[in-house]
């Protein structure tokens, strides 16, 4: 099932790369942010059905905007999609309540994930 996504992410090159490819598995994505705090706003906007977050950005980090996000919309779905190898994040980020951490890289990871959710 297509999703509404909203793609979270500083580097240019890196929302480029989400956005074709969840594009080209069907999904459609409603947004694109370079930092968490255009993440909220936009989340508030377009209540897209999954959020991608990338966990440390310039301005607002993805931590802090996840917390803030998950305040407005508790439901909300949020996929960290990270390059992120520090334990005390890895911690922080498993405390909140999202759907998957995954490793940047891992496409097949993050459209296997969109394809089981509900």
């Known amino acids: 099932m297509s999703k509404r996504v909203l793609v979270v992410d500083d580097s240019n090159l890196m929302r480029h790369r989400i956005v074709q490819c969840l594009t080209e598995a069907g999904h459609s994505v409603v947004g694109k942010a370079r930092d968490g705090g255009e993440a909220i706003d936009l989340y ?8 991608t977050m990338d966990a440390t950005m310039r301005g607002k980090d993805g931590i802090t ?3 803030e996000i998950l305040d407005i919309d508790p439901r ?3 996929i ?18 999202v ?7 891992d496409e097949h990871g993050l459209l296997q994930t969109l394809a089981s959710m509900s």
Do not use: C
């Open 80 to 97: 960290f999609y990270t390059l992120l190898d520090a334990p005390h994040l890895t911690a922080q980020i498993e405390k909140l309540a």
């Open 99 to 105: 759907k998957k951490l995954i490793r940047k890289g």
């Open 76 to 78: 909300a779905t949020i």
């Open 44 to 51: 508030r906007q377009l209540s897209p059905d999954v959020v």
């Open 65 to 67: 905007a996840a917390r």
